[in-house]
Structure formats: structure tokens, C-alpha cells
């Protein structure tokens, strides 16, 4: 339930430090953001959707993951749908200008609860829209319509997917557009190879293909450039990152490219700690190069540790979503979360959603049994709504930086940055065909 008075997440540490400072600067510069990003658009089309997850340390605010299949849209706000509205109209048209019908493809989470009610809500946004939308399954073992009841009192319909050439179909509906919601884990299904209908996000973006420090490559570059623009330290919005190859867990092999990886990140890290006067020990996430859903992650801060995994540690680190072998991995500088919620002070995390290249809301993600520097995306979660009076794309000018409608436009910020990055990374993948 969302309502004007939710609890907002407080910054535990002073605000007086380089993120205050970096709020300042994107208050006295929104015009020329603004601008910048309109540009930046015109030469690289935005995702159709995008949620980034936000890591604020106080002292640093950065993405830490990008998805380009997002759930979790029963979490949004209700307040701002009408701008998603407006935001999925524009990406239809540019995308399909002549689009009536739309095939949602989800995740074959029948049995979870939580992701069906975000696909309720999507089918909702779209049919707002003005479109008509089904959901077309890739269960194979699906055969006739499946209903399904939720708890907040919507139902859901998965009907099997039908081809036709190189068309796909529903018994009585052919789509102008597939919409996918199904970040491919387990690769391209052979229905939807060779169709002639316009697929968005691309397959070629599915975790099959696409790799997490490719992306984060390309923010860095992104990083680089807005940094240079507003006079401030890219480091302080932009977590580094190594990458290596060849890992296996389970027979610990790569572990030594591992360790001296984990190693030279946590220096550099350390350099950076000492030139902004932050105590604190630096650490690094190590995750799956490809996958999502949290799995296939966990925290170091001494490259010892790379050594001393247990069987237990060395298989969950094995396989990501769906199964799938872990082979490369991307390092990644942990950026501490400070910010906290309720009477028990959770540690939380936002998560910003954006359709188009318009921010349309987000929550937070809270864990009340991790810590600071550990990875929230893990059962036991819960979500918040960041509650703001207006849309993160209008800070307040007569506040202070840190006053809540001006933090959030930071947020949108950061993640339309980590949006950019991604709609670089999709102009390179697909050669600047429509995204």
C-alpha cells in the first residue's frame, strides 16, 4: 500500500561529504543535464524498460546492476502509472508505429507469487496504454490456456505459443510486437528464431549473450564523459571492475587469476578510500558474468578468501539462474549501503525503474538480516516505495541537496546513466537497429 506518509530510508552517515557535494552540482546544472541526455538519446534510443539497482555510500553513489527484463512493477508507486502510460506509448510507437497487439513473454515462474503480480501490473501499464495484451508462455509442456488467481485479486492467463513462418501467434491474436519479460537465461528458444515481428528488448540481450562487464564497460565510458561535464571525480558515481575467465568453481580451477584480480581491485579501492579520508575496509562482490536474480554472488575483502571457499560456497557459486555453469565472473568494487529503514534498521538499497528514457518510480530493497556491505538481492527481502511528491525528474531548487525530492532526482540521475550505458551497449549488439 502505497500513501504519502511511507517511511523513507535515512542516510545514517554526514552529508557533508563528496555526495552532498555531487547533489549540489546536479541541482545547479539540471539544465545542462537535461540537455545532455536528450542529446544523448537522439544518438543511442533508451531500452524500452530498465530497472538499475542503486548502491549510496554517502561518500559514493553508483549502479551496481542493470537489468533490461525487469520485474517487480507491483512494487511502483500507482501514483506515477500515469507516466508510465506515457512512456510505454512512446517506445511502442518508435518501435512498431502501427502496433495494436502486444505478446508479453514472461519467466516461467508459475509458482512464484511475487513475479506474477509484477506481470499483472505490466499487462496493466501496456493495456493502459492502449494496446491489447496476452501473455504468451514458453512452458513446453503448456498446452491450453492456464488461469491464474492472485492474492491481490488480479488473475493472469498463460496461453501456448503458436508459429506461423515467421510469425508467432496465439490461438485468435497476432501480435504487432513481442514484448519479452524473459531475460533468456537458458538461451534463444527455437520459436523465436526467424520471426519477422518486431522483439523487444533484442534477443541478442538476453543473459545467453550479454555479459554484466560489457555493460559496465560501457558506464564507465558514460561515467567518464557526465563527470567530466559537471568538474567531479568519475569514481565517485562509478564502481570499479575487473573481469576474469575460465573459472571453475567446483574444481577449483581459475583461482588464481581470481585471488590476484580480487587483490589489485581491493588496492585500487584502497587508494581511493585514502584520498577521500573514508574508514572503512574496501571489499569486492565477485559475481556470474551473465544471470541475475541475485544468484551467483558473494562478498570478499582479503584475496585469501578465494582460497578458503568451502564446498558449499564453491557450488552455489557453480551455477546461476536456470542452471547455468559459471565460467566467467566479473569483480566488482562493493559500494557500502548506508541508508536504513525502520523502528530495526534494515539496510536498504533503492531500485529506480524507468520505461522510454523517463524515469517512472522505484522502491527500496531491504533486508533486515544483511549488512552494509552485502548483497540485498537474496531471500528475505522485502520492498519499500520511495516516497516523493513528485516524479524523480523534478528536484526542488528551494531545498537543501539532501532533502528527499532532491536525493531522488539523484537517483534518476545515476540510474538514467546506468540507461544510457545500457542503450550504448544494444547499439553496439545490434548495429543501431531499433531498441
Not at 223 to 238: H, K, R, S
Not at 381 to 388: A, I, K, N, R
Request: charged content about 20%.
Amino acid at each position: 500500500m502505497f500513501t504519502s506518509d511511507s517511511p523513507v530510508p535515512n542516510l545514517t552517515t554526514a552529508l557533508t561529504g563528496p555526495l552532498r557535494e555531487i547533489e549540489s552540482h546536479l541541482l545547479e546544472r539540471q539544465p545542462q543535464i537535461e540537455t545532455w541526455f536528450r542529446s544523448e538519446w537522439k544518438k543511442s534510443a533508451a531500452p524500452f524498460y530498465t530497472s538499475v539497482d542503486l548502491r549510496n555510500a554517502g561518500f559514493k553513489l553508483a549502479p551496481v546492476d542493470t537489468n533490461l527484463f525487469p520485474a517487480g512493477f507491483n512494487n511502483i508507486n500507482p501514483a506515477f502509472f500515469p507516466l508510465s502510460v506515457q512512456a510505454i506509448q512512446s517506445a511502442v510507437e518508435r518501435a512498431c508505429p502501427t502496433a495494436c497487439n502486444i505478446l508479453l513473454i514472461p519467466e516461467n515462474h508459475t509458482r512464484n507469487t511475487f513475479y506474477l503480480e509484477s506481470l499483472a501490473t505490466l499487462r496493466k501499464l501496456l493495456q493502459h496504454a492502449g494496446f491489447a495484451v496476452r501473455i504468451g508462455s514458453l512452458i513446453e509442456t503448456l498446452e491450453y490456456p492456464e488461469t491464474i488467481s492472485l492474492p491481490s485479486g488480479a488473475d493472469i492467463t498463460l496461453e501456448p505459443i503458436q508459429k506461423s513462418g515467421s510469425n508467432i501467434q496465439l490461438e485468435g491474436f497476432v501480435p504487432c510486437i513481442i514484448l519479452l519479460n524473459n531475460d533468456l537465461s537458458d538461451g534463444i528458444p527455437e520459436i523465436l528464431q526467424g520471426v519477422d515481428q518486431s522483439i523487444i528488448p533484442p534477443l541478442e540481450l538476453g543473459w545467453n549473450n550479454r555479459r554484466k562487464s560489457d555493460h559496465f564497460q560501457h558506464y564507465n565510458q558514460v561515467a567518464n564523459e557526465f563527470a567530466a561535464q559537471l568538474d567531479i571525480d568519475p569514481w565517485l558515481i562509478d564502481p570499479l571492475f575487473e573481469k576474469c575467465d575460465s573459472i571453475d568453481f567446483k574444481n577449483r580451477e581459475g583461482e588464481e587469476c581470481l585471488a590476484a584480480h580480487v587483490d589489485h581491485l581491493l588496492k585500487e579501492i584502497q587508494k581511493k578510500y585514502d584520498q577521500y579520508g573514508v574508514d572503512l575496509p574496501p571489499f569486492v562482490l565477485v559475481k556470474a558474468d551473465a544471470g541475475t536474480y541475485g544468484m551467483g554472488i558473494m562478498t570478499i575483502h582479503n584475496a585469501s578468501e578465494v582460497h578458503e571457499l568451502n564446498r558449499k560456497q564453491r557450488n552455489k557459486m557453480a551455477k546461476s539462474k536456470g542452471g547455468q555453469s559459471v565460467t566467467d565472473v566479473i569483480i566488482q568494487e562493493g559500494v557500502y549501503t548506508f541508508e536504513t529503514i525502520g523502528e530495526n534498521q534494515a539496510v536498504a538499497e533503492p531500485v529506480v525503474y524507468m520505461m522510454d528514457h523517463h524515469v517512472i518510480g522505484g522502491f527500496y530493497r531491504v533486508h533486515t538480516s544483511r549488512g552494509a556491505n552485502e548483497n540485498l538481492n537474496a531471500p528475505g527481502m522485502h520492498f519499500e516505495p520511495l516516497s516523493f511528491a513528485n516524479p524523480l525528474n523534478l528536484p526542488d531548487h528551494t531545498q537543501e541537496p539532501d532533502a528527499e525530492p532532491n536525493r531522488f532526482y539523484a537517483y534518476g540521475v545515476i540510474a538514467r546513466l546506468a540507461m544510457l550505458a545500457a542503450a550504448r551497449e544494444i547499439h553496439e549488439v545490434i548495429g543501431g537497429e531499433n531498441a
